[in-house]
């Protein structure tokens, strides 16, 4: 079975873009997370979709949004890109049930210079 | 807000045995998760506590307390490819399906 797909692998951009960054999760699992990773502040929750619904949001400002299709395929994008937005986006796919774990992609590298 | 501890770094040798901590409050609990992540790698799952007690797969074993807050890895017979960082994450809640991070610790094998 493949697992997470997240593309693309790595972007670089400059402040004031915006970006879009893509996830296919494992194919049946209909819940889709996903996290930023950086060195200070570790693995922290953005956003969890089910069924194409926001079911969770995290502390972040409005400029990281997402959405998932009904393919349960999922992206999000960060408008008015700042520097502190420079991370590992990581995108995990699970089967919302019980004790099922996370399956994390291997991520999107973003670079905002 | 959701408050977990693990140590940042370990060192042990190669065929030793390491146990990494962690202590979480969180506004409500709904299982324990350990995740390993290889630099440059995807977290990958390792083990799943809900109960108390120990669970055990293979070289890797995971304790949980509820009552006190706290849960260990065990990585015996330590091997250089073990050499990663160990996450622990909280779910706090029933019908919630965010996890709630420790920042890691970086476990080093040396030979």
């Known amino acids: 079975k493949a697992g997470v797909t997240q593309t693309p692998r790595y972007l670089i951009k400059t402040r004031g873009q915006q970006v879009t960054l893509s996830c296919s999760p494992i194919?049946?699992?209909?819940?889709v997370s996903w996290y930023q990773q950086t060195p200070g502040q570790g693995l922290q929750f953005l956003f969890e979709?089910?069924?194409?619904?926001?079911?969770n949001k995290g502390n972040f400002p409005g400029r990281f949004s997402g959405r998932q299709f009904s393919n349960s395929r999922s992206e999000m994008n960060v408008s008015t890109l700042e520097l502190g937005d420079s991370a590992l986006y990581l995108c995990?796919?699970?089967?919302?049930?019980?004790?099922?774990?996370?399956?994390f992609g291997n991520g999107t590298r973003l670079t905002v210079t | 807000g959701q408050n977990i501890d693990q140590p940042t770094e370990m060192t042990a040798t190669e065929g030793a045995i390491v146990q990494i901590n962690c202590t979480y409050q969180?506004?409500?609990?709904?299982?324990l998760f350990w995740y390993q992540q290889h630099a440059g790698e995807a977290p990958t799952f390792l083990s799943y506590?809900?109960?108390?007690g120990l669970e055990e797969k293979g070289r890797f074993s995971s304790f949980l307390s509820r009552s006190k807050g706290y849960s260990y890895l065990l990585l015996k017979e330590l091997q250089m490819k073990d050499s990663a960082s160990y996450l622990c994450?909280?779910?706090?809640?029933?019908?919630?399906?965010?996890?709630?991070f420790g920042a890691g610790t970086t476990v080093t094998v040396r030979a």
């Open positions: 969180t506004s409500g609990f709904n299982g």
């Open positions: 506590n809900v109960l108390d």
């Open positions: 979709y089910f069924s194409e619904t926001q079911r």
């Open positions: 194919s049946g699992h209909r819940s």
């Open positions: 995990a796919s699970s089967l919302s049930q019980g004790n099922s774990p996370l399956h």
């Open positions: 994450a909280v779910r706090p809640a029933t019908n919630d399906y965010k996890l709630s």
